[in-house]
C-alpha cells in the first residue's frame, strides 16, 4: 500500500531553500541561477528523493522509540519484586 506522502514546505522555507541553492551553484560552480531556476531544481529533488528521505526518517524514528520501548522494558523489570 502506497501512500505518496508529499512533503510540502511553507512559503518561507521554499524560499531560503532556493536562496541555498543559488548560493551553492555560485559558490561551487560560479553559476548564476534565477529564482525559477533554482526552483525547478528544488523541484525536482524533492519529487526525485523526498520519498526516500521521508521514509528513511520514518525508520529512523521507529529504530529510536523501538530502543526507548527497550530500554523501559527494562526498567520495568528492574523495578519488579
Do not use: C
Amino acid at each position: 500500500m502506497k501512500n505518496n506522502k508529499t512533503v510540502t514546505f511553507s512559503r518561507e522555507e521554499k524560499a531560503k531553500m532556493i536562496e541555498e541553492i543559488q548560493f551553492f551553484f555560485q559558490e561551487e560552480r560560479d553559476e548564476k541561477l534565477g529564482v525559477i531556476a533554482s526552483g525547478n531544481i528544488l523541484d525536482f529533488f524533492q519529487d526525485m528523493l523526498g520519498e526516500h528521505i521521508y521514509n528513511h526518517a520514518l525508520d529512523d524514528a521507529k529504530t529510536m522509540f523501538q530502543r526507548y520501548m527497550e530500554n523501559m522494558e527494562a526498567d520495568y523489570y528492574s523495578l519488579y519484586q
